[in-house]
């Protein structure tokens, strides 16, 4: 990151991904989806597609924008790709929500919005991987962190094959081969969208901001790369296993068996190479992005707990929903509201003050932000997810759309501290634009 240049785009990325968390939560305070509806119900696919493409996918392909440049120390292949990207992704999700909306009958029966929503999402996933992938092609050998994020772009891809399949089958267009594939699939498609493309991206990317946020060495690469390698093993398991066995016609068990070990060890493994961060560091006192990502940690292996416990139950299947809520909620979600409170902070002070810097004097990062003040927020956000996976596994409908309501107010806190980093309103006013230095803007660098 240091020496690094601003990505123009990032902050369009993270300000479109917490609009559609707003939404999300707002559906769920609505009782729009899961829980009040089935799983399966074309609620509940908006609802689930809101939060993996809108919020999770849009901030996580913002901040690798940003960051791979620097992971592998060389400049964007195309910054000037980056907007028509947000663009094709932002039409693209709006076409296949249509659609899914379309499907349940709440607009008239347009299912081709289903092919045209995956067709774009396709589009624009493919012109930014491709662009990630050049980055790095031309900045060979990657470093351990790099190389997670391309395994997490190969499970990308694997997301929007299976996810186009189903939208030409949904649609009426499939045939025998994709509807086979839609009728057991399913499963398939959010192993390599929540455990490819956004854990292992996230694993990868978090490796590198945690070193350089708590001054700690990197982690082993002999360690990290056997993490990577078992993850890379789960995502084999789970996909080309997964479409094997529905291509002979046989059950799905086995492989659900195989890739859950696998998927234990990752995390397990991710967990010793965390651990070793914090343990290593030179920065003693750690910062709010720091302590708040132990959060999003511990949601990660609450949820290992709660998988297991529920399957030795027998009772996976039906308490599914609150599986995946937490992974989504408290380990990603919660990971990447802690990083953004820090990385909104250091490309504004990069932006702000990086041109000025040696000639006058200038703020510290840890300045531009009171974190006291936002700390509450944090653990208000926290603590209304693992109630609302409580209230989920008691099925507790009515509930747990108070919980989300309370994690919509701490989302409003966290967002409202951001946009104070953005403006530099805690910033001395004495200290905030020293000559030279001008105010960011908002949206875009």
């Excluded at 802690?338 to 041109?355: H, M, R, S």
Aim: aromatic share 10%; charged share 10%.
């Amino acid at each position: 990151m240091i020496g690094g240049s601003v990505s123009k785009w990032t902050m369009s990325y993270f300000a479109m991904g917490i609009a559609w968390l707003f939404a999300a939560e707002a559906l769920m305070i609505a009782g729009f989806g899961y829980p009040a509806a089935d799983i399966a119900a074309s609620g509940t696919l908006v609802l689930v597609h809101v939060v993996a493409i809108g919020w999770l996918s849009m901030c996580i392909c913002g901040a690798l924008l940003q960051f791979v440049p620097v992971l592998v120390g060389k400049a964007l292949f195309s910054e000037a790709a980056a907007l028509p990207v947000l663009g094709l992704l932002t039409a693209g999700l709006i076409a296949l929500l249509l659609g899914f909306l379309a499907l349940g009958g709440r607009l008239p029966p347009w299912l081709w919005l289903l092919p045209l929503g995956a067709t774009l999402l396709v589009a624009g996933f493919g012109l930014f991987a491709a662009n990630l992938v050049l980055t790095m092609w031309y900045a060979r050998p990657l470093a351990a962190a790099a190389r997670f994020v391309l395994v997490g772009l190969a499970a990308l891809g694997a997301t929007a094959a299976l996810g186009t399949s189903f939208a030409w089958a949904l649609a009426g267009y499939g045939g025998s081969v994709l509807n086979a594939v839609l009728e057991a699939g399913i499963p398939l498609h959010a192993i390599a969208g929540l455990g490819g493309w956004l854990t292992l991206t996230a694993m990868g990317v978090s490796y590198r901001l945690l070193a350089m946020f708590m001054m700690s060495p990197d982690v082993d690469s002999g360690r990290s790369r056997t993490t990577l390698l078992v993850g890379a093993v789960t995502l084999g398991l789970a996909i080309a296993g997964g479409l094997a066995a529905i291509a002979i016609q046989a059950g799905l068990d086995l492989v659900f068996v195989l890739t859950s070990i696998c998927g234990v060890a990752t995390v397990a493994l991710y967990g010793r190479d965390v651990a070793d961060l914090y343990r290593k560091r030179k920065r003693r006192v750690l910062e709010l992005n720091t302590s708040m990502a132990v959060y999003a940690f511990t949601s990660l292996a609450a949820s290992v707990v709660l998988g297991l416990a529920l399957a030795l139950r027998g009772s996976f299947a039906a308490d599914i929903g609150a599986f995946v809520f937490l992974i989504g909620f408290g380990w990603l979600s919660g990971l990447v509201l802690a990083k953004l409170y820090k990385i909104v902070a250091f490309l504004t002070w990069l932006e702000t003050y990086g041109p000025v810097m040696g000639r006058v004097p200038t703020p510290r990062v840890q300045d531009l932000v009171v974190e006291p003040r936002a700390t509450k927020w944090f653990a208000a956000y926290f603590a209304s997810v693992w109630l609302a996976t409580a209230l989920l596994l008691a099925g507790q409908a009515p509930a747990f759309r108070v919980a989300a309501f309370g994690m919509m107010l701490a989302t409003a806190g966290i967002v409202q501290e951001l946009l104070r980093t953005r403006t530099l309103a805690d910033v001395t006013t004495n200290a905030r634009l020293p000559q030279g230095a001008k105010l960011p803007r908002l949206l875009h660098s």
